[in-house]
């Protein structure tokens, strides 16, 4: 886990414009821009070339265009026909690949109806193409409302629709066992908000031991779980779990943020496993791209590096 200097030290990074300016102006140039790293570019199309050379490595895709927190009606719509032009994009390439997407992109602190249809219209949109959505899951203030949408939803006959659950909930154990029962297709993640203690897990200890059984439960009685995970013993885990209960790896998948840990994403997919690489792209990269760093020292010493090179450069 990163250290508590240098969360501070990100904190003013973020919070820095000249930094910010810098990281903006020089992190997704062509060809050395150092954001690259974990994004996959500011247009489709060059996430579609991602894509495509990942497929054609055995890599699967989710598309995941940047984007939350939306605060106008015209740009959770907006929100809506950039989704339904990924879709229409990814058909139109036939590349292997998803789309994940967030409820308050569509709209759901709007107005929940507004929401809805433009949720509806991927949906449509995506089934047409038989193609899958997974609707991320957000803070723990948007949990309820997420899982209402994704039972109504089911309710009302979209099953190419999918949802993702946070180990480090206290309340993610009944979620996961009504989830099963729905045969819903679940993501399992440990979680990335900041949550109190009355709601989640504090140590990394018990947020891990709460992963790994609520993975035994998907894998054993879940419909095609996403074991969402950078964690090298809790995949050392769910390798030899499924061994020995006989799950084959065509029941499951890995899930991976595109940039992190490639070595381990090569070694599972030439080990044989199915694994989904999240592709995140859009001008709205920024956030996301800080998110990222924090979550390992060595990542600060990476920024760092290339923010010194780029103003050698510019010197």
């Known amino acids: 886990m990163i250290s508590g200097l240098s ?3 990100l904190h003013y990074l973020a919070g820095n414009e000249t930094v910010r300016q810098v990281i903006t102006s020089y992190g997704m140039t062509p060809q050395s821009g150092f954001a690259r790293r974990f994004i996959a570019g500011e247009t ?11 497929n054609q490595r ?11 927190n939306v605060t106008q009606e015209v740009e959770a719509r907006q929100a809506a026909m950039r989704y339904i032009q990924v879709l229409e994009k990814i058909d139109e390439v036939k590349a292997d690949s998803n789309i994940s997407l967030k409820l308050t992109q569509m709209g759901l602190d709007i107005d929940w109806k ?3 249809d433009n949720l509806t219209a991927i949906l449509d949109k995506a089934r047409a193409y038989q193609n899958f959505v997974r609707i991320d899951m957000e803070s723990s203030a948007y949990t309820q409302r997420t899982l209402d949408m994704y039972r109504l939803l089911r309710e009302k006959g979209y099953t190419n629709v999918g949802v993702v659950i946070q180990a480090y909930l206290y309340r993610s154990e009944k979620d996961v066992k009504d989830l099963i029962a729905l045969k819903a297709r679940v993501r399992l ?3 990335a908000y900041s949550e109190p203690g009355h709601i989640a897990f504090q140590d ?42 006989r799950i084959s790896p065509e029941r499951f998948e890995f899930q991976m943020l595109y940039g992190i840990r490639r070595d381990l994403q090569e070694k599972l997919v030439k080990e044989g496993y199915n694994l989904r690489i999240y592709i995140p792209f859009g001008k709205e990269w920024f956030p996301y ?8 020292p060595a990542n600060v010493q990476f920024l760092v590096t290339n923010i010194l090179r780029e103003f050698v450069k510019a010197g």
């Open 7 to 9: 969360r501070k030290f």
């Open 44 to 54: 489709l199309e060059e996430a579609l070339q991602v894509v495509r050379d990942l």
């Open 58 to 68: 055995g890599f699967l895709a989710t598309l995941d265009a940047l984007g939350e």
């Open 114 to 116: 507004l929401c809805w």
């Open 189 to 191: 993640c440990k979680g």
């Open 204 to 245: 990394k200890r018990d947020v891990d031991k709460n992963y790994v059984h609520l993975m035994k439960m998907l894998l054993t009685e879940g419909n095609y779980p996403a074991i969402a995970t950078h964690d090298e013993a809790i995949i050392q885990i769910a390798k030899e779990f499924t061994k020995a209960n």
């Open 289 to 296: 791209f800080m998110r990222r760093l924090g979550e390992r």
